[in-house]
């Protein structure tokens, strides 16, 4: 299998993020991550909340992924991410504010708060802080 690579392929509603020809990806599957090489069988995997990691070569880059699904079929890989940003597009300040934001929100005793959803702006402000605090530094 020496030589062999995966295509990964990453997209969300707003725009393709991803399109790249990889050695390994991890995936943050629904019920825990995921590694996948050249010669993965098929499958359709339910994607978390979490950090997507890509190795070509040396170098490895990670991605912040918001839910979705991952489709492995003949060395493709399609991440359909509900969104997706590469460790250096995240804006690590503006990551915290909506981290505080959200957070304000909960301890509020307001009845129009959707709790709902500024428990998934708490997530993905987290989220986003993890991916940009391991990304390497160059």
Known sequence: MAGK???LQ????????LDKEVDFVA??????EMGVLPGHIQ????????????KEGETEETFAVMGGLAEIEHD???????????AEEIDE?????KL????????????????????????KALLMLKVKKKAPKF
């Open 27 to 32: 995936l943050p599957a629904f019920n825990g």
């Open 10 to 17: 990453i997209v969300t509603p707003q725009r393709p993020v």
């Open 76 to 86: 493709n890989i399609r991440v359909f991410a509900e969104d997706a940003a590469l």
């Open 43 to 54: 499958y359709v995997a339910k994607l978390n909340y979490g950090v997507l990691r890509y």
């Open 100 to 123: 505080a934001q959200a957070k304000a929100s909960l301890t509020k005793h307001d009845a129009d708060i959707d709790m709902e959803l500024a428990e998934i702006e708490i997530k």
């Open 5 to 7: 690579k995966l295509r």
């Open 93 to 97: 300040e503006a990551a915290k504010q």
